[in-house]
C-alpha cells in the first residue's frame, strides 16, 4: 500500500455538518493509513463478481487489490483537488466519500459503503449533504455517473433528484442534479 500516491491535503468541509452529525456520521480526511482498509473494503464490493472465476482466494484478492491501486492512483491524479473522505459511523468506518469541488460542477467521484451498513440510510444522508454543499456554494450542477448493473443505486440517485445525463464508456450511467435557484 506504501506505493500508491497519497491523498491530497484535505481542506475544510464545504458545507455545516449537522444533518450527518444528527445520524453519528462524519467524515474525517482519508490518509494513507487507511489505505488498507479502503482496499478492504473495495476488495469486499467486488468479490461476488469474481465467484466462478477459477482462481484460487489469494490470487482474487491480488487481482482486487490491483484493481483498486489502479483506481486510487486514478482517483487521486485526476481530481488532484479532490475530498477524500471516509466515512464513519459512531467512530467506525463503514465507507468512503469521494468528491470534486473546484468548479461550477461538482463531482461525487465515488461513494461506497460496508455491505452490512447499505440500505440503512447513510448513501441518502451523505448525497443530501453534498447536494445541500453544492447548492450553498453555488454550484451549477452535481454529477456523478453510477454502474449500469446497480439499479439501487440509480433509483437512489433518481429519489433525490437525479436525471439521466447519457452513456459514460457502455458501462456507467452518467446522472446530474441541478439545485433549484430561487
Same mark, same amino acid.
Given at each position: 500500500?506504501?506505493?500508491?500516491?497519497?491523498? #491530497?491535503?484535505?481542506?475544510? =468541509?464545504?458545507?455545516? @455538518?449537522?444533518?450527518?452529525?444528527?445520524?453519528?456520521?462524519?467524515? #474525517?480526511?482519508?490518509? *494513507?493509513?487507511?489505505?488498507?482498509? =479502503?482496499? /478492504?473494503?473495495?476488495?469486499?464490493?467486488?468479490?461476488? !463478481?469474481?465467484?466462478?472465476?477459477?482462481?484460487? #482466494?489469494?490470487?482474487?484478492?491480488?487481482?482486487?487489490?490491483?484493481?483498486?491501486? @489502479?483506481?486510487?492512483?486514478?482517483?487521486?491524479? *485526476?481530481? +488532484?483537488?479532490?475530498?477524500?473522505? @471516509?466515512?464513519? @459511523?459512531?467512530?467506525?468506518?463503514?465507507?468512503?466519500?469521494?468528491?470534486?469541488? *473546484?468548479?461550477?460542477?461538482?463531482?461525487?467521484? /465515488?461513494?461506497?459503503?460496508?455491505? !452490512?451498513?447499505?440500505?440503512?440510510?447513510?448513501? *441518502?444522508?451523505?448525497? &443530501?449533504?453534498?447536494? &445541500?454543499?453544492?447548492? !450553498?456554494?453555488?454550484?451549477?450542477? =452535481?454529477?456523478?455517473?453510477?454502474?449500469?448493473?446497480?439499479?439501487?443505486?440509480?433509483?437512489?440517485?433518481?429519489?433525490?433528484?437525479? !436525471?439521466?445525463?447519457?452513456?459514460?464508456?457502455?458501462?456507467? =450511467?452518467?446522472?446530474?442534479?441541478?439545485?433549484?435557484? +430561487?
Amino acid at each position: 500500500m506504501s506505493r500508491l500516491p497519497p491523498f #491530497p491535503p484535505a481542506r475544510p =468541509l464545504p458545507a455545516q @455538518l449537522e444533518p450527518l452529525t444528527s445520524k453519528c456520521l462524519a467524515l #474525517p480526511p482519508a490518509g *494513507t493509513g487507511e489505505l488498507p482498509w =479502503l482496499s /478492504d473494503l473495495y476488495a469486499a464490493s467486488r468479490l461476488a !463478481e469474481l465467484f466462478f472465476a477459477p482462481w484460487p #482466494p489469494a490470487q482474487k484478492r491480488a487481482f482486487l487489490d490491483a484493481q483498486f491501486a @489502479l483506481q486510487h492512483a486514478h482517483f487521486v491524479k *485526476t481530481h +488532484r483537488k479532490g475530498d477524500f473522505r @471516509l466515512v464513519t @459511523l459512531g467512530g467506525r468506518p463503514v465507507g468512503r466519500l469521494y468528491f470534486n469541488r *473546484t468548479g461550477p460542477e461538482w463531482v461525487l467521484i /465515488d461513494i461506497l459503503l460496508a455491505a !452490512e451498513t447499505q440500505g440503512g440510510g447513510i448513501g *441518502t444522508a451523505l448525497v &443530501q449533504w453534498l447536494q &445541500q454543499a453544492a447548492a !450553498e456554494a453555488g454550484a451549477d450542477r =452535481l454529477r456523478l455517473s453510477v454502474a449500469h448493473e446497480n439499479p439501487r443505486a440509480q433509483a437512489l440517485y433518481r429519489r433525490l433528484g437525479f !436525471e439521466d445525463a447519457g452513456d459514460v464508456a457502455g458501462t456507467h =450511467l452518467s446522472m446530474l442534479w441541478r439545485p433549484i435557484r +430561487r
